[in-house]
């Protein structure tokens, strides 16, 4: 009893060091300041879920979204806008011909990379049989894959394909009852 249980624990680390998470970290601010005809810096890169602050200036002066974001909409700085998809949003000072003097900026928002699938719950039934909880990204393609020899990469054979429609899903291995020990890895193909 005391072997399977090892085993197990071996079989739960294994899943989660082979399908380690790399969760987006918190959303991040970033200041842009402003003064006589300029934006500083006039370009940065963000990303989804992240904020700009214009602030720290000096001078009449405001922000306004010339494309499909309007950011802060024209409003008198400082003033602060959090961008939710991605894409290139240029902007400019709407005082008097201050655009025209130079006096806009762009921010180029990126998406954030997926996190990539994560074993969670690993445990092993009463007939033998592995069960455990994927995290994962809905409507993506998941292929679940199980070894017993770790010597090789090519010792990995496909268990299942699932593509969930939620972020979670149940797997077991119904194979596994008479394996005294078992891996488990999730591929997310792009």
């Known amino acids: 009893m005391a ?16 399908a380690t998470a790399c969760f987006p970290a918190d959303a991040a601010t970033t200041n842009i300041t ?3 005809f300029f934006f500083s810096p006039p370009v940065v890169t963000i990303q989804v879920g992240d904020t700009i602050v214009w602030t720290n200036g000096s001078g009449a002066h405001t ?24 894409g290139s949003f240029n902007y400019e ?12 900026g762009t921010v180029i928002v ?17 007939d033998g049989q592995f ?6 990204t809905a409507n993506r393609t998941n292929i679940v894959q199980g070894s017993t020899n770790l010597s090789s990469p090519t010792n990995w ?13 149940t797997f077991t291995d119904t194979n596994a009852g008479t394996l005294q020990l078992r891996f488990f890895r999730v591929i997310e193909p792009q």
């Open 34 to 36: 402003y003064g006589s």
């Open 63 to 86: 922000v306004f979204g010339t494309g499909s974001d309007p950011m802060c909409g024209g409003a008198s700085l400082p003033c602060a806008h959090t961008f939710s998809s991605p």
């Open 110 to 126: 990126t998406s954030l990379p997926l996190a990539p699938a994560t074993l969670t719950n690993v445990m092993r039934l009463a």
């Open 157 to 169: 054979t496909s268990l299942g394909i699932t593509v969930p429609t939620s972020n979670t899903f």
């Open 3 to 18: 072997l399977s249980i090892v085993r197990l624990k071996l079989a739960l680390l294994f899943g989660c060091l082979t």
């Open 131 to 136: 069960q455990f909880t994927v995290m994962t």
């Open 93 to 104: 000072c709407t005082v008097d011909s201050h655009a025209s003097s130079g006096m806009t």
